[in-house]
């Protein structure tokens, strides 16, 4: 069964700094490419973030870019999304998801909340 | 970036037919925009209907059908069910990334 779990999400003060993480399981991890994607309260998605194979090619969103960082471990499923000077818009469910042929397959997602 | 737009409503009645579209600020949406539909329903994860323009998955109903119509991605519902209210997300992908579109939502009365 295809597991993708996501972690790390909470509360966080504007400007500050938070990690995410998404285990992966049940499917090939090592060549698949990667999505961050977040979906603000009851608002559209938007997609944040793309990584290839090998984290070859990262690409960012406009809104983040420069503050959010893509990486990911192969030895161990996992994706990661490392988000700084966070802003109160930042307030988010925070989804990983397969890309092209994976596409189907998104985690539960984490909530992040910027906020004072 | 590019803009995606989907229409922000539409309404279908049980059984009729209506056909969401998906435009890119760029120029026509072809092909080579792999253009894919997701159908989210309050509190779910979104899933995955159509891909690469027309390819539906094994648990896409067949009344789901995508297709590029007039220089935009086009996801068509024909045979509305109650359980097809949702919001409707197209999304396509350029060099420079992936775009969602702003989603539609779908009322089925």
């Known amino acids: 069964e295809v597991q993708l779990v996501e972690f790390g999400g909470g509360l966080v003060q504007p400007g500050g700094s938070l990690r995410l993480s998404c285990a992966a399981s049940?499917?090939?991890?090592?060549?698949?490419?990667m999505n961050w994607v977040r979906q603000a309260p009851g608002k559209g998605l938007e997609w944040i973030s793309y990584?290839?194979?090998?984290?070859?090619?990262?690409k960012y969103a406009d809104s983040v870019k420069g503050r959010f960082f893509t990486s990911r471990d192969d030895a161990k499923n996992t994706l990661y999304l490392q988000m700084n000077s966070l802003r109160v818009e930042d307030t988010a469910v925070y989804y990983c998801?397969?890309?092209?042929?994976?596409?189907?397959?998104w985690g539960r997602g984490t909530l992040v909340i910027v906020s004072s | 970036q590019a803009v995606v737009t989907q229409e922000p409503s539409l309404t279908v009645s049980p059984g009729g037919t209506v056909t969401l579209t998906c435009g890119s600020s760029?120029?026509?949406?072809?092909?080579?925009?792999?253009p894919y539909w997701f159908q989210q329903k309050p509190g779910q994860v979104p899933t995955t209907l159509i891909y690469?323009?027309?390819n539906r998955h094994p648990w896409t109903p067949a009344r789901f059908s995508g297709s590029l119509l007039g220089g935009k991605a086009a996801l068509t519902l024909s045979g509305a069910q109650p359980e097809d209210e949702a919001d409707y997300y197209c999304y396509l992908f350029y060099s420079g990334g992936r775009v969602f579109g702003g989603g539609t939502k779908l009322t089925v009365l």
């Open positions: 990584i290839t194979r090998g984290g070859t090619t990262i």
């Open positions: 049940g499917f090939a991890f090592v060549p698949a490419s």
């Open positions: 690469d323009t027309k």
């Open positions: 760029t120029g026509a949406v072809t092909s080579g925009h792999y």
């Open positions: 998801a397969g890309d092209g042929g994976n596409s189907q397959n």
